[in-house]
């Protein structure tokens, strides 16, 4: 067992979600795909890769199971102990049930289902949030360890999220920019991104929900708006290189670069819809607030669901955990139907 741990770079003695942290971490590092095909670096990773799955599974088994006998090195014989009364075996531990993420769960699936019923979001909008919540359920209890899950759940969260919100501030149009918006935050958040790869997909996607945003509007050129941001990335980009030459930064893209790109982006985005659309802009409706809520509680629930999916998987198998999963959640949409009607 003590090669197992070792191989997990953990020390014997901790507990089964420490080690599945581990391995989740070492399997990001070491999978094969994330290597060039059919070269030397891939084979490497492939059998690393087969190692750290088989500790994993052996350790998994031998924690989820601790009154089975564990290997052990062999010790000198020594004198038979006394008779004694035979003993009870000792009861299995009680299957941990997370309370606190079930009840996150249940109170922002409540209150996604009564803001979307006070925003009178069109049937077919529920027929699809429906088939999202069956699927991130599904996800949720899927005995998975690597970061695939969550990314499939962010995607869609993010995606729903942002439909909801730009529909409410800007029509069709905001809304599929800004759904498109947040299935690339979902990535983002759902996957290990390197730094200068967030800032550029920032960059990019905070032009896109500016342009979304004006181009329901006769007020603003989001055509403008587009070709803004492209120059004051650019000008941005150039700025930032310039103050990190000034401080001696040693990076290829430094601190000053990667402010200055995003930076950059998104004021030119703004000054390139024009001036109709900076001074002439509309107050906030009270429906973008509530709009707004819901997209955090959207987002905030399925992130519950996914923790409380990994607790449970602990204790459970993937039909009971979707069982509870499906059934908390259900419980919250429908207790929000309630209160909004």
Not at 83 to 104: C, H, M, N, Q
Not at 145 to 158: E, K, R, V
Not at 226 to 248: K, P, R
């Amino acid at each position: 067992m003590e090669k197992y741990y070792k191989i997990l770079d953990l020390e014997p003695g901790v507990s089964l979600e420490e080690v599945r942290q581990a391995y989740r971490h070492l399997a990001l590092i070491w999978h094969p795909d994330r290597y060039p095909q059919d070269s030397p670096l891939q084979t490497q990773a492939e059998a690393k890769f087969k190692e750290i799955s088989h500790a994993y599974e052996t350790l998994k088994t031998h924690l989820s199971h601790p009154t089975s006998p564990a290997p052990s090195a062999p010790s000198a014989p020594s004198a038979p102990p006394a008779p004694s009364a035979p003993s009870a075996p000792p009861a299995p531990p009680a299957p941990a049930i997370p309370l606190g993420w079930l009840t996150g769960v249940f109170v922002c699936y409540t209150l996604i289902a009564w803001i979307l019923i006070t925003l009178k979001i069109p049937f077919w909008v529920w027929i699809f949030g429906l088939i999202a919540w069956f699927t991130i359920t599904l996800v949720a209890s899927e005995d998975s360890d690597s970061s695939q899950p969550w990314l499939i759940s962010l995607m869609f969260a993010g995606a729903i999220a942002g439909w909801v919100l730009g529909n409410q501030a800007g029509g069709m149009i905001t809304a599929t920019v800004w759904a498109m918006v947040g299935i690339g935050l979902g990535a983002i958040a759902g996957s290990e991104t390197v730094s200068k790869s967030v800032i550029g997909l920032l960059t990019v996607m905070g032009i896109a929900a500016i342009a979304g945003l004006i181009a329901p509007n006769r007020r603003g050129n989001w055509l403008g708006s587009v070709f803004g941001g492209g120059f004051g990335l650019i000008m941005g980009l150039m700025l930032g290189m310039i103050l990190d030459a000034m401080f001696q930064s040693k990076a290829k893209l430094g601190t000053g670069s990667l402010f200055g790109l995003i930076l950059g982006g998104w004021i030119g985005a703004g000054l390139g819809s024009g001036q109709k659309a900076i001074i002439r802009g509309e107050p906030i409706q009270p429906e973008v607030i509530i709009a707004a809520w819901g997209a955090i509680a959207l987002v905030a629930g399925v992130v519950a669901q996914m923790v409380a999916g990994e607790k449970l998987l602990a204790s459970y198998n993937g039909f009971y955990t979707f069982l509870i999963l499906g059934i908390i959640s259900g419980l919250g949409f429908s207790f929000g139907w309630w209160l909004a009607y």
